[in-house]
Structure formats: C-alpha cells, structure tokens
C-alpha cells in the first residue's frame, strides 16, 4: 500500500473519530434556551409556574390492593369504578390464559418480542442512586406484586404507543411509566387538583398545550393528544434544565418555577443543586423517587421476586378516520367489539357519541380495524348517529329540549339551521340522540358519576340541590364531612366551581341532614381565604382551633398528610368564617 493512501485512510480515520467525539449520545445541537426566548413567556406559562399538580396518582388503587387478604385478593381485588365487570372477568381469562404453559407449547415458533425488553433497553435515569425515598417506594411496590400485574393490565392497552412516542423524542424510557405515578393508568382519573386523564392536565396546562374541553369531550384524557402534550413538556422540561431528567420530572410535577427557585435558594448557599438536594413540596420530592422505585421493578423484577405480566412487544390500537359524528354503541358494532373498550380506547368523550366538532377519529383494537373501516364505509354520515323528531312544546326551549335528549343547544342549532335560540310552540326540530339506553355508555361521564354517587359510605346519604352562593366549604361543614370527601362523592375537585341547581350527594355526618340541609345560616356566614405561616409550636389542631376550622379541612385545602409535622415557616391557605376566629 502507497504512503499516499495510508495517508488517507488514517485522515479518515482521524476524521470519523473526532466527529464521533463531537457528537457523543445525548448530545443537542439545540440552544436549550431558545424555545424559552421565542415564545415570550407570561404568567400563564407552565414552564415557568409554581403550582404543584397533585396527581390522582395511585393512592386509590393502592387502597384497594391493601383492603384485599393474600396474594389472590391482591391481584383479583375490585378494580376502580372505570373498568366495568365483564371486562374484569376478561383480564382474569387473559391472565390465566398467558399463565398457562400449554398455551405457549403448542407451535415453536419463534417467539415474539416483549415489550419489556425493548423497555428496559431505552432506560437511562440512575437506578443505582442510593435515597432513603426510593428505598421506601420500592418497599411499598416489591411486597404488592399484584399491585404491578393491575397497573401492567391497565397500561396493557396504552403502553406500547407511548413507548413509540417516547422514542421518537430520544425521551427516557423510564418516561412511558410516569402514567403509573400520575393515574395508576387510569384513563378517567381525575384528582382533587382538577387533573385529569393519564397524564394527569390541569385546565390551564392543559389548554397551553392545546387540550380543548367541551361539553362532549376532554382532550386532557385523550390518548393520543393527551401523550404528545406530557412528552412535548417534558421534552421543554429537560432542554430547560439542561438535559437533567430528574429536575424536569420534578418540574413536571411542581412547576418549573418552584424548581427553579429551589435551585436558586441553594445557590445562595453554595448548596447543591441536583434534584436530591432541593428543598420541594412534599409531593414532588416522593415523584421522582416513585418513577425510579417502579424502573428499578421493571427492569429486574425477578430481583423483587414479581414476575411481570407478558406483554408483547406490538401495538394495541389502531386510529381510525372517521370522518363524521358517530354513535359510540354503533363504533362498537361496526368494529365487533364492547362499547366499554371503544370508551377505554377513547375516553376523551363524556357522552354517547364522539364530538360533532371533531378530530373525527376512533381508536379501535388493531385486530378490529380493518373490520371496523370496512363497516363504516358502507354508512354514510346520516345513518351514523340516531334522530329524533321532536314537535317543541309550552315550556320548552333549547336549553331545556338538549338536557332531554343528552346533546347541547348549540347541536340542536346547527343540524336545524337555526340562526337564534328563538323557537316556537309545534315547530319540529331534529335531534341527535343515543341510539341505545343510558346503561349501553356504562363508561359515559353520566354513567360513571352515577355510579359513584350512588356507592354506599358511611353516614348517612342526602341528596343536595346546589343554591346561589353555595361553596364546598360551606356545606362540608353542615354535615360534618370535609371538603375533599363532598368533592370526591360528586367526582369534582374542590376548585371546581358549583353551578346552582346541580344536584349533589353527601354522606352525611349530622343526625338530622335534611333540617341541616335546608337551614339558612350559611347565609350569614363571612368566609374568607386566609394565608397562614406556620410558626414554631404549631400543630394542625392548634390551628384548626385557633381558627374554628377541621383538621380535615386543613389538610385537605393544603395537601398535608396528618401524620406529618408541620414545619416552621410553611404556608397555609385557610377557609375561615371571620366572625368565629381572630
């Protein structure tokens, strides 16, 4: 060989190896500040807020896994109110199903891939940091393996899509289990912050990133929106703390502001700035701790003694255009399957039919999809919700005519070309309306807040016409209940506004809740939103007695676990009648 092509090829050599130096893994070539210049930031930015977004999380699934006795109470427990009991009979058959050897010797073929191993192959936060908080986590997740199998049959529907959309962003795998700590994979939670869906929006999060609420639908719990919003931001997240995963989850959690400022309080103290040494709000600190307890399982589960579920390494759903409106009980005929799983795969619609506004698509299991398109096909858009021909009567009006038929009157306008919400004594109107009844949409907003409301609790059941002027506050005390439990009873937050004339039920505490009920003295009532800073000494009794307020109340409207002490210098939103306190 010439010296001159030696010459060469060791420059190429040379060449190939610097570039490969410049470019190492994990590397971007994007300024991490550049999105942050362009936008123009404002108050209502959520990479720049300091409200802590307290997630539904898993606290409810957790309950239902301790109330269980053994391992089969465990993994076969009540699932949450969302999973109807057909489906639940399913999940086991499946289970038992994939448990079966003789169910997996019948052909060698060559085996198909697990979603678990391309999984952990996409891992890249520290599992080895040493923590007191994810020590305790995983505790807590290592003796309840049947905790991980409901939470894996749960996510079995979403995972594989949200693991394709991590990747895409160069995310951390670890990312596509956040849904775990958020909702528990819950498509219908819904937190007393006002957060909602997999991934846990809050309104005003939510609609930044383009999350739209309507009457007939909520993209905070849409599968597919709901997923590119979450990654989006903690793509913006990561960029903005410079590629450390552990401060954008926390960010994520609590607000970039909060972090933020956490760094810069450390910064005046020469302290460390890392995720670990931040002062954060009580629930950001176990976040990040939860997310890498669960990676840890779900990397080495045989180590924690859990074998997980199988889960095979291929899509769930397929979308599906559809072009129109359509009846969710006629999408589930068309694609031969239950109602219940087209509302699990879409559980952005609080009614019987996908929104008339758009996006018109479906997700429908992918072994379904091609029946499902092939069906559709052959029905025009007319055909594809029901009508009713509805003579108007005395009395009536748009408002009143829509609650009858479960649409809105802006619907009833458009599909009759009224230009007012003026109509007339026998004039006809055409209505779109539910082609099955009410318990067909088991999954509807309608179905599943009934069904709660009418679960049995303690106390004693009142059913409560919300008045002008009405808080939460205000009738929580009259029955001796705290604000979070009227809340959750109603499936509301304790934010959410009370619209009079919606009709509530409570679990009662007072020994007479229908005199309590309709008494007046609310109406005299100052209550005022105090702020309060906790001061040495101070306990929550102390404070609730110093202000005539619950302990329950307190906890509840700040977040607090009862069986922590507060802290000097904390501070505490209060709901005081003024007259009874200082």
Request: hydrophobic letters at 35%; one cysteine or more; aromatic letters at 8%.
């Amino acid at each position: 060989m010439s010296v001159k092509r030696l010459s060469i090829l060791f420059f190429a050599g040379t060449l190939a190896s610097g570039c490969s130096l410049l470019n190492q893994p994990g590397d971007s070539l994007v300024n991490p500040t550049a999105w942050f210049s362009d936008t123009g930031e404002n108050e209502t930015n959520p990479l720049e807020t300091d409200q802590v977004t307290v997630a539904t999380g898993d606290e409810d699934l957790k309950q239902s896994v301790e109330s269980g006795s053994g391992d089969n109470a465990t993994v076969h427990g009540a699932l949450d109110d969302a999973i109807a009991p057909e489906l639940r009979d399913t999940a086991r058959e499946a289970r038992e199903k994939l448990d079966n050897p003789e169910q997996q010797l019948v052909e060698k073929a060559p085996e198909k891939t697990e979603l678990w191993s391309r999984l952990r192959e996409g891992f890249a936060l520290d599992h080895n940091v040493n923590n007191e908080r994810v020590r305790d986590q995983l505790n807590w997740y290592a003796s309840h393996p049947g905790y991980i199998n409901r939470v894996v049959d749960r996510g079995s529907r979403y995972l594989h899509y949200i693991l394709n959309e991590t990747e895409k962003r160069g995310l951390p795998a670890e990312f596509a289990l956040l849904p775990v700590v958020e909702s528990a994979f819950d498509p219908f939670a819904y937190s007393h912050g006002r957060a909602a869906g997999l991934w846990q929006f809050i309104p005003s999060t939510g609609k930044y990133f383009g999350l739209t609420q309507s009457w007939w639908h909520d993209d905070r719990r849409d599968v597919v929106a709901a997923t590119d919003a979450a990654l989006t931001y903690l793509d913006r997240l990561a960029n903005r703390f410079d590629g450390d995963y552990t401060l954008a989850l926390a960010a994520y959690n609590s607000g970039g502001g909060t972090v933020s400022s956490a760094m810069r309080r450390n910064r005046k103290k020469n302290q460390p700035q890392d995720f670990w040494s931040l002062e954060l709000p009580r629930e950001t600190r176990h976040y990040v701790p939860k997310l890498i307890a669960l990676a840890k399982i779900f990397d080495k589960p045989e180590d924690y003694g859990i074998t997980l579920p199988t889960l095979e390494d291929e899509p769930y759903f397929e979308i599906v255009e559809t072009g129109s409106q359509l009846d969710l009980a006629q999408a589930a005929e068309l694609a031969s399957v239950d109602v219940d799983e087209i509302y699990l795969l879409n559980p952005t619609y609080n009614r019987w039919a996908t929104n008339p506004d758009g996006p018109h698509r479906l997700l429908v299991p992918r072994e379904n999809a091609e029946t499902f398109r092939s069906a559709l096909a052959n029905i025009p858009a007319s055909k594809r919700v029901s009508w009713r021909n509805y003579k108007v009567q005395s009395g009536d009006s748009l408002i009143t005519i829509a609650r009858k038929f479960s649409t809105t009157p802006s619907v009833i306008q458009q599909v009759n070309n009224l230009n007012s919400d003026l109509i007339r004594i026998g004039q006809r109107l055409m209505i779109p309306s539910a082609s099955k009844d009410s318990d067909t949409y088991a999954l509807s907003a309608a179905q599943r807040l009934e069904r709660k409301q009418d679960r049995k609790r303690d106390g004693n059941k009142v059913r409560y016409t919300v008045r002008r002027g009405d808080t939460f506050w205000d009738i929580a005390r009259e029955h001796r209940v705290s604000v979070r439990e009227v809340a959750a009873w109603n499936g509301m937050a304790p934010g959410d506004p009370l619209i009079p004339g919606k009709n509530l039920v409570i679990w009662s505490k007072t020994s007479k809740p229908t005199v309590v009920a309709s008494n007046n003295a609310r109406g005299n009532a100052m209550v005022r939103k105090v702020g309060y800073r906790v001061r040495k000494g101070d306990s929550l009794s102390t404070i609730a007695n110093r202000f005539a307020v619950n302990v329950r109340d307190i906890a509840s409207w700040n977040d607090l676990n009862t069986s922590r002490y507060l802290q000097p210098g904390q501070s505490l939103v209060l709901y005081v009648d003024i007259r009874n306190s200082p």
